[in-house]
């Protein structure tokens, strides 16, 4: 059995794809590539991803499906997968070869071992455009470094330090049982993909090697702004999702205080995020749903809601007036400064 199945979901990516695939290869028969074709239409995706699978056919698959969106190329990437742990590497992103290696051998040194793992996070890089100096995101003054660990091991988590789709590797039997199903044709379904599977992991193990190499600078990037305000209603849609999800589960995750701290922390940053792209737009139309998204979260859980409105980022987030949104906005960016947020 292969130690990682990593998914390439794919849509019109011929022009980055094979930095990708090739980053990937070094990893040899103890990988499976599974490149999830997206229903690509306007250039070559379908026929590079066949071409790799002619090419490499005990290493990679090509999957060719209807356009679904990322959230269902992920959902077919778990499908398709059958190796022990699983891993989403996005079409314009690549791995840093050497710690590819890294921790592939200490995957396979941990499933040896007699404690399984669920959870291994990594360190990831943003490869800006234009940018000399690469931000690194690691977490060893967070997460207990060379051992198997628990939720209460970890150190106090700052405000907006969470573990992305970038520096995960879950255990693919615990994706399938948890029963992750991201929903289709919905941008920014990555924050579920992190948040949702967090109340079944109970072992895990962090690595400080600088594995994932994140790309930011195409003008079409989901992450770029202006994009993700012309796509608000999918970004506010994840944000109810996470909201449903943490007041369904919350009698369960309180119990751990320190996952239910980490998992707390993740909604409230989501949720200021959404906020302050709301009040960016600064439209009549958006300015209600910013309304609309925090009474949604005050009907759901009051005490929750409560906490949420009444820290520090839910106070900046609801200034009133004119002058307050201004503020708001000005708020948020000092709070990214201090915080750092990803």
């Known amino acids: 059995m292969k130690i990682l199945s990593i998914a390439i979901p794919c849509y019109n990516s011929e022009s980055y794809m094979r930095k990708c695939i090739e980053s990937l290869l070094v990893g040899g028969e103890e990988v499976e590539i599974i490149i999830v074709d997206d229903g690509s ?19 990679v698959k090509a999957v060719h499906k209807q356009n679904g969106g990322h959230g269902s190329a992920v959902n077919t990437g778990i499908e398709q997968a059958t190796g022990v742990f699983f891993k989403v590497v996005d079409s314009d992103d690549w791995v840093k070869k050497s710690a590819f ?6 995957l396979k040194q941990l499933e040896r071992g007699d404690t399984p793992i669920d959870m291994m996070v990594c360190n990831y890089v943003y490869e800006k455009e234009g940018e000399e100096k690469k931000k690194v995101i690691s977490y060893r003054h967070t ?6 660990f628990t939720w209460g091991d970890c150190h106090h988590f700052k405000k907006g330090h969470y ?3 970038h ?3 879950f255990r693919t039997k615990l994706l399938k049982q948890c029963g992750v199903k ?4 919905t941008f920014y379904v990555d924050n579920l993909y992190v948040f949702e599977p967090l109340p079944f992991v109970k072992k895990m193990y962090y690595m400080d090697v600088n594995l994932y190499r994140y790309y930011i600078g195409r003008e079409d990037q989901s992450v770029n702004e202006t994009i993700m305000i012309s796509r608000i209603d999918q970004q506010i849609k994840v944000n109810k999702l996470m909201i449903d ?18 998992m707390f922390n993740y909604l409230e940053i989501i949720t200021t995020v959404s906020s302050v792209l709301l009040l960016k737009s600064n439209t009549e139309e958006n300015l209600e749903k910013k309304q609309e998204l925090w009474a949604y979260l005050e009907a759901k859980d009051e005490k929750l809601y409560k906490k ?5 980022m839910g106070r900046v987030m609801n200034l009133p007036g004119k002058g307050g949104r201004l503020l708001s906005v000005e708020g948020y960016k000092i709070a990214q400064k201090i915080f750092k947020f990803n």
């Open 41 to 59: 239409a306007k250039d070559k995706t379908a026929e590079i991803a066949d071409e790799y699978a002619a090419l490499y056919p005990t290493i």
């Open 101 to 106: 290696i890294q921790v592939l051998n200490k």
């Open 143 to 148: 997460l207990p470094q060379d051992r198997i």
């Open 163 to 165: 573990i992305l789709m």
């Open 167 to 169: 520096s995960v590797i």
């Open 182 to 185: 991201l929903p289709e044709h």
């Open 245 to 262: 999800y943490l007041t369904q589960l919350k009698p369960v995750v309180s119990k751990n205080r320190r996952l239910y701290q980490y």
């Open 308 to 312: 949420l409105r009444h820290g520090m």
